[in-house]
């Protein structure tokens, strides 16, 4: 299985921005599916967006985040990035990297995803 590192998470006050990153290794990267997830305090890890296999590829997002957030990933880099803009408080939460070789499972299966990264803090201030 593919290990994952994510680094990027902060503090910004509301309306700010941030960029996540997502370091794999120990994988072959270009066989995975990659999405971004977030699990607030009291609640349940939710998608937040996802990205299939190759650079430049298909995404989607979850609608609370659409239109702010853009997921992208650099398969020679080993690399994937989420670019987060006109942040809000309800953001706020610990954002994982998650993998699988099958696409269904980042989107629809959070339970089933193989590959986790341990987090990283996001706190948006209002």
């Known amino acids: 299985q593919v290990q994952l590192v994510e680094s990027g998470g902060g503090t910004v006050s509301a309306g700010g921005s941030l960029t996540l990153s997502c370091a794999a290794s120990?994988?072959?990267?270009?066989?995975?599916?990659v999405g971004w997830f977030r699990q607030a305090p009291g609640k349940e890890r939710e998608f937040v967006a996802g990205?299939?296999?190759?650079?430049?590829?298909?995404?989607v997002y979850a609608p609370s985040v659409k239109g702010r957030v853009t997921i992208s990933r650099d398969n020679a880099k080993n690399m994937v990035y989420l670019q987060m803009n006109n942040l809000k408080p309800e953001d706020t939460g610990v954002y994982y990297c998650?993998?699988?070789?099958?696409?269904?499972?980042?989107?629809?299966?959070?339970?089933?995803?193989?590959?986790w990264g341990q987090g990283t803090q996001v706190t948006v201030s209002s």
């Open positions: 120990g994988g072959t990267f270009v066989n995975y599916a």
């Open positions: 990205i299939i296999r190759r650079s430049g590829g298909s995404t």
């Open positions: 998650g993998a699988d070789t099958t696409w269904h499972n980042i989107l629809e299966d959070i339970q089933a995803v193989k590959s």
